[in-house]
Nanobody
Framework: QVQLVESGGGLVQPGGSLRLSCTAS????????RGWYRQAPGKERELVAR???????DYADSVKGRFTMSRDNAKSTEYLQMNTLKPEDTAVYYC???????????????WGQGTQVTVSS
């Protein structure tokens, strides 16, 4: 059973920083893709950042230059460093990973429980 556990959310003032982490546990043979998504009230979930197993990253235009995604393969952990936070960054942030858990199996999408990020003065 695979589980993604997130941490690092909270309340921060505009211009501040937060670092989110997401650790996968369970039977993990391979992680093919990782990403961070967010969803604000009344809005659809959107992709914030993603990273491949080779380390290539991609960011939404709204966060490019402010957010940085990384991963630690040894720890099965992905991170999202968020700098120069803005009120419009307020949302529930979810980590995602496409994980192969069985030999000969295909990657399955797993999601973290979500962590609230609130940017307000």
């Amino acid at each position: 059973q695979v589980q993604l556990v997130e941490s690092g959310g909270g309340l921060v003032q505009p211009g501040g920083s937060l670092r989110l982490s997401c650790t996968a546990s369970g039977t993990i043979l391979r992680i093919d893709d990782r990403g961070w998504y967010r969803q604000a009230p009344g809005k659809e979930r959107e992709l914030v950042a993603r990273i491949t197993n080779s380390g290539r990253t991609d960011y939404a235009d709204s966060v490019k230059g402010r957010f940085t995604m990384s991963r630690d393969n040894a720890k099965s952990t992905e991170y999202l460093q968020m700098n120069t936070l803005k009120p419009e960054d307020t949302a529930v942030y979810y980590c995602h990973a496409a994980i192969v858990t069985r030999w000969g199996g295909t990657a399955i999408n797993y999601w973290g429980q979500g962590t609230q990020v609130t940017v307000s003065s």
